[in-house]
Every structure is written in C-alpha cells, then in structure tokens.
C-alpha cells in the first residue's frame, strides 16, 4: 500500500514567492495533518482536517499560511508570500480518526533565500 | 509547563547497552500515548503505542504511570541501527483538540 505522498521533496525558492506544498494521505484515513520541523522549535502542529473539514489551525504562523482540503485524498498548504524564516521541514500526517496513530510522509524541505 | 517533555540528550551508549528515555506529559485527561522514532533527515515512524499495563516488542519496553503522568522506553541490547532520534507522544481525544502531542525527542547515539 502507498504511504502518505507529499510533493515537491526538497523547494528551493526566493523570499516573496509563493510555495504550495502537496499531500494525498492514505487511502480510507480520515484525518489530515501539517506539521512544520525546525531543531529550535521541533515538530509543530500547523493545522489538522477531519473529514476534510479544516479542525484546529491555531497553530498556523500567520495569514501568509493557508490549508485546503478539497476532497479526501488531497491536502495543500500555501505560503504567500514566502520568507526566509519560514525555511523547514513540512510534514503531512494522516490517521484513521484523530490522536490515534498517525502516518507521516518524507517530507517537503523549503528553504526560502 | 510544555506539554509533552524529553531529555534532549543525546545519549551515547556502546553497543550491547540497556538504555532509558523518560517523558512527562502535563494533559491529565490524555488518552493516547506512543513512541515515535525519527532517523535522521527522515519522516517519524511508529515505534510502539503504550498502554498502561506496559508492554514490550522484542529489545523494546514501554511504560505508563498514568497517576505521574509518566511514560517511558527502555532498550535492550542496544544496536548500532537504533541511533536514531526518539519521540514520545500524547494523544488527546474530544472537542477540537483530537490530535497528537509530540515531544522535542531524545537522541540516542550507538556506537560500536
């Protein structure tokens, strides 16, 4: 069975453009996490869907961060415009029902100039 | 108090030795607890959920102490292949807040 997918893998791009990260959780999981990893910060929970429905996006920087989900096995998250300090690595998660297990991707490393 | 908290480390350990990770969590009310193991430049992976009657896979033991609000993993005979950094992990289930906790991670370094 496929993991979860996430594209581009490594995004390499100049500070004021715009990034979009994309993700297809597994098949038949129901719930959808971004993650953001930093060594200062750690593994930091950007937003989370269930059924596609956007939960909790506390945890989302500001309004130049923006997630959708416009069906069941697609997922993006946006940075507009993008900054240097935004520069780590993004993760999609997904799960069969929120806080159990969850299944990450490889990641998306975004190093912004 | 952070919510799920890790002894950074590293620690480094010779082969063949039995070595400890301790984590405290500050949600009473959590459900959930894994182990989560993340090699370098890669994605977490599951190592073991925990449950509170303990349980053990192979060179791997985990622990909870719901009344401490403790959780811990303790390795066996410890190989080369287990350096790795590892995340100790909370779920909390009911309203808006139906997601995981993770801790910063402990770094265990094996060396021969």
């Known amino acids: 069975d496929a993991g979860v997918i996430q594209s581009p893998r490594h995004e390499v791009t100049e500070m004021g453009q715009e990034v979009t990260l994309r993700c297809k959780p597994i098949?038949?999981?129901?719930?959808l996490f971004w993650y953001r990893q930093t060594m200062m910060r750690g593994l930091e929970l950007l937003i989370y869907f269930n059924n596609n429905v956007p939960i909790d996006d506390s945890g989302m920087p500001e309004d130049r961060f923006s997630a959708k989900m416009p069906n069941a096995s697609f997922s993006t998250l946006k940075i507009q415009p993008s900054e240097p300090r935004d520069s780590a690595v993004y993760f999609c998660?997904?799960?069969?029902?929120?806080?159990?297990?969850?299944?990450f991707g490889p990641g998306t490393r975004l190093t912004v100039t | 108090r952070k919510e799920v908290e890790q002894d950074p480390g590293p620690f480094n350990v010779p082969e063949g030795a039995t070595v400890a990770f301790n984590c405290t969590y500050s949600n009473s009310a959590s459900q959930s607890f894994f182990w989560y193991r993340q090699d370098c430049r890669k994605e977490p992976k599951l190592l073991m959920s925990v449950y509170s009657s303990g349980n053990e896979d192979g060179r791997f033991t985990a622990q909870l102490n719901r009344a401490s609000q403790y959780i811990s993993l303790l390795i066996r005979d410890s190989k080369l292949s287990d350096s790795a950094t590892y995340l100790c992990v909370v779920g909390n289930y009911g309203g808006s807040q139906g997601n995981l906790i993770f801790g910063k991670g402990t770094k265990l370094s094996v060396k021969p």
């Open positions: 098949s038949g999981h129901n719930s």
């Open positions: 998660a997904s799960s069969f029902v929120a806080a159990v297990e969850q299944y």
